[in-house]
């Protein structure tokens, strides 16, 4: 994430396409939430949306659907214990449901846009298979995401130790 963080807010091609989601009131109420243990919502679902967009746009896809949907694809504002209550199924079945809800609320999408935030969880869910491309890029960056926010902190540790066993053996030489 460090490479994008701040990237995507000096892009005007990308914040002409979802300036007017990512100010919205509603939908910063995900920079209150905690995501995979070790990042906010809202974060996260920047980060999908940006990469995603980029991969879209390099390929000459739908760069506007992808980035809008990916910033949309975990709308949610219930926790997981608060799903697992619903009993309407697992948070991978519910979640892009609770999404989709909630982003027809502040906007209209396409039917790639719902594809793409429906199915995003495909092959963690039952979910069925993606009918664009714009959705498996989405689906793909956001299993990355998720994989880095939840290593980074394991990463930063590894690297710590190594650093602190690195400098006691230069000293000890």
């Not at 939908?27 to 939430?33: A, M, T, Y």
Request: hydrophobic share 35%; proline share 3%.
């Amino acid at each position: 994430m460090p490479i994008f963080e701040d990237r995507w807010k000096y892009d005007p091609e990308y914040l002409s396409y979802v300036s007017d989601l990512i100010n919205n009131e509603k939908f910063r109420q995900l920079d209150k939430i905690v995501h995979h243990h070790h990042t906010i919502r809202f974060k996260h679902s920047v980060y999908v949306s940006y990469v995603s967009y980029r991969i879209a746009r390099r390929m000459g896809l739908d760069a506007r659907a992808t980035a809008r949907a990916g910033l949309l694809h975990d709308f949610f504002l219930e926790s997981r214990e608060e799903i697992q209550l619903m009993q309407e199924g697992s948070h991978n079945d519910v979640h892009p449901k609770l999404a989709l809800k909630n982003a027809l609320t502040l906007t209209e999408l396409s039917d790639k846009e719902k594809d793409i935030i429906l199915k995003h969880m495909f092959l963690c869910s039952k979910s069925n298979f993606p009918r664009y491309r714009e959705s498996y890029i989405v689906t793909s960056v956001d299993k990355y995401c998720a994989m880095d926010e939840v290593s980074r902190p394991l990463r930063s540790r590894v690297i710590a130790k190594y650093h602190s066993l690195k400098g006691a053996l230069s000293t000890q030489a």
